[in-house]
């Protein structure tokens, strides 16, 4: 099952708070309750649960947090992106 859409706003939410330092243990919390509902095997959920582990030590180091942050934007960047239909054809992507 792909990631629930609202989860995946939330995990976007989080990376982009967490990069301008702004994030609450709050919304980290319920963020790891929402990636609970996800499939053992969504990559969203381990992504989310990379991020949860990184935030307990580094939440004090803004740098180390944004950084975070910026890992867990592009993994829900990288969840939504398609696949194009034609990508296997060496003649339009090389």
């Known amino acids: 099952m ?5 989860i995946q ?3 976007l939410s989080a990376g982009l708070r967490a ?3 702004t994030i609450e243990v709050r919304e980290v919390t319920r963020l790891l309750d929402q ?16 991020f949860v ?3 307990a030590t580094v939440r ?4 180390a947090l944004s950084e975070a942050g ?3 934007r ?4 990288l969840g939504v992106m398609t696949n194009p239909p034609d990508l296997s054809r060496r003649d339009i992507h090389g």
Do not use: C, F, W
């Open 9 to 11: 706003m939330a995990a």
């Open 35 to 50: 990636a609970a509902t996800l499939d053992e095997d969504e990559p969203l959920r381990s992504s989310i649960a990379r």
């Open 74 to 77: 592009r993994a829900v960047e």
């Open 53 to 55: 582990e990184r935030y």
């Open 2 to 6: 792909a990631a629930d859409v609202g």
């Open 70 to 72: 910026a890992e867990l």
């Open 19 to 21: 990069m301008a330092g």
């Open 60 to 63: 004090r180091d803004p740098d």
